[in-house]
């Protein structure tokens, strides 16, 4: 895996100023979750460093790199695909950092709407994402401060509620693949 501070000034190169303060609270959130909860900090670390490599790229540079890339584009990612951020990224490191671990590389794609096979890391890095510090919507606090009270699944299970409630009342599109993990969520199957 590459060092930490080499992966940070790569990220410097691709992010603004605001990207990477955002990208190192969510390495330093994502590290303090695994540490907690009896995981690997420094590949949470890196996973939470560089979740948002490609989160400058604008939606038809994403769909395009996506193509490119070979990663299958739904409708669902056309109508929206700032969300494709997470698996283009994913596979754009793979070739930056050849040496990255590939539990690393998933959970940095499945950081936006979930997967059918959420893993530990996968949910580090998603829970990072919605609860690092700079986060400040109604809820974060609160769950904020159930990390270590309660299981690593049960905050991953609140904090995705917490962020279908806010697209709901937002009244924004929700990908079918959030969908579709949530219902896992609830059905016991994620794990």
Request: hydrophobic fraction near 45%; include cysteine; aromatic fraction near 6%.
């Amino acid at each position: 895996m590459p060092p930490y501070d080499v992966a940070l000034t790569a990220l410097g190169a691709r992010l603004d100023e605001r990207g990477v303060r955002h990208s190192v609270s969510v390495a330093a959130m994502a590290a303090h979750l695994a540490d907690t909860y009896g995981l690997d900090s420094e590949a949470a670390r890196l996973a939470g460093l560089l979740h948002d490599w490609c989160k400058s790229m604008t939606g038809a540079e994403l769909l395009e790199r996506a193509g490119v890339l070979r990663i299958p584009v739904t409708d669902a990612d056309r109508a929206v695909p700032y969300l494709l951020h997470a698996p283009v990224a994913a596979a754009m490191l793979k070739r930056t950092f050849p040496g990255i671990d590939a539990a690393v590389l998933d959970a940095i794609g499945a950081h936006t709407y979930g997967s059918a096979t959420l893993t530990d890391l996968d949910m580090v890095v998603y829970i990072a994402d919605t609860l690092e510090p700079a986060r400040t919507h109604a809820g974060a606090g609160e769950l904020r401060e159930l990390v270590g009270v309660i299981s690593l699944e049960e905050l991953f299970t609140r904090t995705y509620a917490d962020s279908l409630r806010h697209l709901i009342e937002s009244r924004r599109r929700i990908h079918p693949e959030t969908v579709a993990t949530w219902n896992q969520i609830v059905g016991g199957e994620a794990r």
